[in-house]
């Protein structure tokens, strides 16, 4: 480089200085403007507490404005005999069920608890992918490694008949007081999962 390239060089980072100095005597930069995320409102206390099992229930979980999903997603039946079903295909990931905003937060939960089923197609041959991966995010006030989300998860086996599972969490140990919850799925071949009800382990 030149001595006059030098020079130029030296006289535009002088300039771009001291139109920067300028800037924030007048006033500095404004304050950090942040748009929060879409609320999921819970119209309903439910009875017990951090269990929905009812469509009016199970349907705060399928009706927001942030459960999406490239599977279709739907809300069968009434009262307590409603579950929510899902019919994943393969390669086609994305689809997230949020649940509602919990105010205050609900305290000292271990992992999410859900009743499920999970039927294969039958074109689904014996040698391909048979379970069905779940997983939690837990949004929460006190997560263990800010500001990574807690998750938990479960390989689900084929049933035909409503099963329990129990999350296990992967990325938290001890007990995280719960803002919100979303559940998502990854790698589940063609088929319908329908879940039947979700709790809240504390």
């Known amino acids: 480089m030149s001595c006059l390239e030098i020079h130029g060089a030296v006289r535009t980072s002088l ?3 001291v139109l920067l100095f300028a800037a924030c005597e007048a006033g500095g930069p404004s304050n950090a403007f942040v748009i929060p995320g879409p609320t999921v ?4 206390p439910t009875v017990p507490p951090y269990v929905w099992d ?3 229930e199970l349907r705060i979980w399928t009706n927001n404005a942030v459960t999406r999903g490239p599977v279709p997603i739907s809300l069968v039946g009434s009262g307590t005999a409603a579950f929510i079903r899902l019919e994943p295909r393969p390669g086609v990931d994305g689809w997230v069920l949020r649940g509602p905003d919990l105010i205050p937060p609900a305290p000292a939960v271990r992992t999410i608890r ?6 294969l197609d039958p074109s689904v041959t014996p040698g391909a992918v048979q379970t069905f991966l779940m997983i939690a995010s837990f949004e929460s006030v006190n997560p263990p490694v800010a500001p990574q989300q ?7 086996q084929p049933a035909s008949d409503w099963t329990l599972a129990d999350l296990t969490p992967g990325s938290f140990r001890n007990p995280l007081d719960v803002k919100y919850v979303y559940l998502h799925q990854s790698s589940a071949n063609r088929g319908v ?4 009800r979700l709790e809240l382990v504390h």
């Open 15 to 17: 300039v771009v200085a």
């Open 41 to 44: 409102a819970s119209p309903i």
């Open 54 to 56: 009812t469509d009016e």
């Open 114 to 119: 859900i009743w499920y089923r999970w039927r």
């Open 150 to 156: 807690p998750a938990a998860h479960a390989v689900l």
């Open 193 to 196: 999962f329908e879940i039947d």
